[in-house]
């Protein structure tokens, strides 16, 4: 098989298979849109084995880059190289192998996963202990070498992916992103084989055994998120989201410090997104507490009906539907609301 075409299924294989907006339908219950303070431990770990599909971690503070799209251009991510708790990050696996968790482990936020020596120990660790899940980084790459990529692949990672910036006083085209990649492969020794393109996009795979690498570079500052309204540039002015949003029902994001926050736009060690946290994990409370707990069921109350959102969601862009395909999925949630009884009017 040629090796465009081979990097094209791959490519394939490597997008979600579940359907986000189907499994949001499918999940509308009385327990996942009330808390319920008198659940029980059993079924609070059911209820997120059923809904989440993504448990995203942030393996330590450190960032090398400041990006004009990333928060980390407006706070210290540089000099505070604070790790997650072993204790407490084994706590977290402890929790998910008691579900058999085997579904998406991403390690991301907003560091750069690949600039601490432990992050080989975090993935053969979730490996062990999740040998079904898939586990994922994302990176942007300036730490890869041949020996990285063979370290990761010996401890279990399921999928590299790179998201790949400019040189600082590079602005981004779609030549410029070529060159990245072209640059990445070989720092890594792999030729890229070149997959997705568009104005805004250039996408590649490197066939590398063992390991799927895709890497990708996006125009960020055309299509970049406004992160809880952080990136004031991004900030739509006419804009409002009225969307429904999946990504409280089925993802679960931990900062460093062991802060959970709703969704991935939003950082606990960030001032203005200080309100917006829905647990501790540093105060031993298990994912599935804080899951089914009062502060992250308001926020699948407040975002799942179609109308205009809330601050800092009202200018967030991601995942949002619009037209007749936000019609139909707003017709849909009322129905499944009435059906179960449930007004968050």
């Not at 009385?30 to 448990?55: C, W």
């Not at 880059?65 to 977290?92: H, M, Q, W």
């Not at 009906?305 to 967030?316: E, L, N, S, Y």
């Amino acid at each position: 098989m040629r090796p465009l075409v081979m990097a094209r299924m791959l490519y394939r294989r490597l997008r979600p298979v579940r359907d986000h907006w189907t499994h949001f339908l499918s999940i509308l219950d009385r327990r996942t849109m009330e808390h319920d303070p008198s659940l029980d431990a059993g079924a609070k770990r059911a209820l997120f084995k059923r809904n989440v599909d993504l448990v995203e971690l942030e393996p330590h503070a450190y960032c090398n880059r400041t990006c004009s799209f990333c928060p980390n251009a407006t706070i210290d991510r540089l000099t505070v190289k604070t790790t997650l708790d072993r204790g407490l990050y084994e706590s977290i696996l402890d929790d998910l192998a008691s579900i058999g968790y085997d579904r998406v482990i991403r390690f991301a936020r907003y560091s750069e996963p690949m600039a601490h020596e432990h992050i080989y120990d975090l993935v053969a660790l979730a490996r062990r202990r999740l040998p079904g899940a898939t586990i994922d980084i994302v990176t942007n790459g300036d730490f890869l070498n041949p020996r990285a990529v063979a370290r990761l692949r010996e401890a279990g990672l399921s999928v590299l992916r790179v998201s790949v910036y400019m040189r600082r006083g590079v602005s981004w085209s779609v030549e410029a992103a070529h060159d990245e990649i072209t640059r990445l492969g070989r720092r890594i020794q792999v030729t890229p084989v070149w997959d997705a393109s568009t104005a805004t996009t250039v996408g590649a795979s490197f066939p590398t055994p063992g390991l799927p690498i895709v890497a990708f570079s996006h125009n960020f500052d055309e299509t970049g998120y406004d992160r809880g309204q952080l990136i004031e540039q991004l900030v739509p002015r006419e804009w409002v989201r009225r969307s429904p949003c999946f990504l409280v029902f089925s993802n679960f994001t931990v900062d460093f410090n062991g802060t959970v926050m709703p969704c991935c736009n939003l950082r606990s060690d960030h001032p203005k997104h200080a309100a917006f946290t829905v647990g501790d994990l540093a105060r031993r409370s298990s994912i599935f507490d804080v899951y089914a707990g009062a502060e992250f069921t308001a926020w699948r109350r407040s975002l799942v009906t179609v109308g205009d959102k809330a601050d800092p969601c009202r200018t967030c862009r991601q995942k949002a539907l619009e037209g007749p395909a936000l019609e139909r999925l707003g017709r849909a949630v009322d129905a499944r609301l009435r059906e179960i009884g449930v007004d968050v009017s």
